[in-house]
């Protein structure tokens, strides 16, 4: 698997309202959508929740897309993590993290096309759902998606354990406008050593 298809597992999962963690739209008030808004999730959830990692999950959801996507869209992600009862910001370090990327659309370019042609995850192509620009305007559902979280190695190896709190915005870079929002708290689980068990 790929970095950037263990990025959109993550995300995915991000999304997911399972368990006892609330999850929101950021962009909708009393339930009403913002005209600017382009993408919302209706619906998703993971299992095992919390997700293990490392671990399979297997995520089922289904989200609209308002406008056809054909970028540049830049995505920002804010990721805090709840160590001695207070919310820490996680920096961005090798593109993980509370990262800011530029331009979504060359991003899933370079990631997967290949010859000109797109070269999508198999739990997004078996689905016949999309993973490069242009996005068409429709109703997507992922019915069927296993992914396999891998292990966290050196300075990321903490973070495969704790509460979280997870905000993504994407922003339509053209007209500087914000298009999109999600927020979610959430908990991964993992076997603890001594110290996470103490601190995390």
């Known amino acids: ?8 597992a993550i995300c995915l999962v991000c999304v997911c309202h399972a368990g006892t963690f609330p999850f ?3 962009m909708r008030t009393n339930n009403e959508r913002n005209s600017n808004n382009i993408v919302h999730v209706n619906a998703a959830t993971a299992s095992p929740f919390p997700v293990v990692v490392p671990g399979p999950v297997d995520i089922v959801g289904n989200l609209d897309v308002y406008k056809n996507i054909t970028g540049p869209l830049q995505m ?23 990262c800011t990327y530029d331009d979504v659309c060359s991003l899933l370019s370079s990631s997967f ?7 999508c995850p198999p739990q997004l192509s078996g689905e016949g759902l ?24 050196g300075v990321w190896s903490w973070l495969a354990s704790g509460d979280y709190q997870i905000r993504a915005t994407l922003t339509d870079k053209a007209r500087s406008t914000q298009v999109a929002c999600h ?11 001594f110290f996470s068990c103490l601190f995390g």
């Not at 698997?1 to 959109?8: A, K, T």
């Not at 999309?130 to 190695?153: D, K, M, N, V, W």
Request: proline share 9%; hydrophobic share 35%; net charge neutral.
């Open 113 to 119: 096309m290949k010859d000109g042609t797109a070269n």
């Open 183 to 193: 927020s979610m708290d959430m908990s991964i689980g993992a076997p603890c050593s």
């Open 1 to 8: 698997m790929s970095y950037l298809s263990v990025v959109i």
């Open 24 to 26: 929101s739209d950021c």
């Open 76 to 98: 920002s992600l804010s990721v805090k993590r709840k160590v001695l009862g207070l919310w820490v910001p996680i920096p961005c370090i090798s593109n993980v993290g509370s």
């Open 130 to 153: 999309p993973c490069t620009c242009p996005i068409p305007a429709g109703h997507y559902e992922l019915r069927h998606g296993h992914f396999q979280i891998p292990e966290l190695s």
